[in-house]
């Protein structure tokens, strides 16, 4: 079992940055692939980006394509996603999670959440 706490959410004006992290607790870090997830208010929880083991594959939705990046430091057993250039759109809870799978794809696909953060874009 993995327990993950995210942080680092908040207010930030259009065109401004924030990083958020997970920390990962109990079960082995480097053997879960890790993925972002937000969900605004009314809509569905929706794929922002995930990272291979190692970090050595990064796949991105295309709304955040150019602007966030995700990384990892298995020493540190932490996730970051580096958002810059944000958009009153990008308002909502973002969630990390984890997978044992090797290539994770669907939401059902991740085994462990977090209880997220909120990010909030203001125009």
């Known amino acids: 079992q993995v327990q993950l706490v995210e942080s680092g959410g908040g207010l930030v004006q259009a065109g401004g940055s924030l990083r958020l992290s997970c920390a990962a607790s109990g079960r082995t870090f480097s053997s879960y692939v890790m993925g972002w997830f937000r969900q605004a208010p009314g809509k569905e929880r929706e794929f922002g980006a995930t990272?291979?083991?190692?970090?050595?594959?990064?796949r991105y939705a295309d709304s955040v394509k150019g602007r966030f990046t995700i990384s990892r430091d298995n020493a540190k057993n932490t996730v970051y996603l580096q958002m810059n250039s944000l958009k009153p759109e990008d308002t909502a809870v973002y969630y990390c999670?984890?997978?044992?799978?090797?290539?994770?794809?669907?939401?059902?696909?991740?085994?462990?959440w977090g209880r997220g953060t909120q990010v909030t874009v203001s125009s």
């Open positions: 999670a984890a997978s044992t799978r090797y290539a994770p794809i669907s939401l059902s696909d991740y085994d462990h």
């Open positions: 990272i291979s083991r190692t970090g050595g594959i990064r």
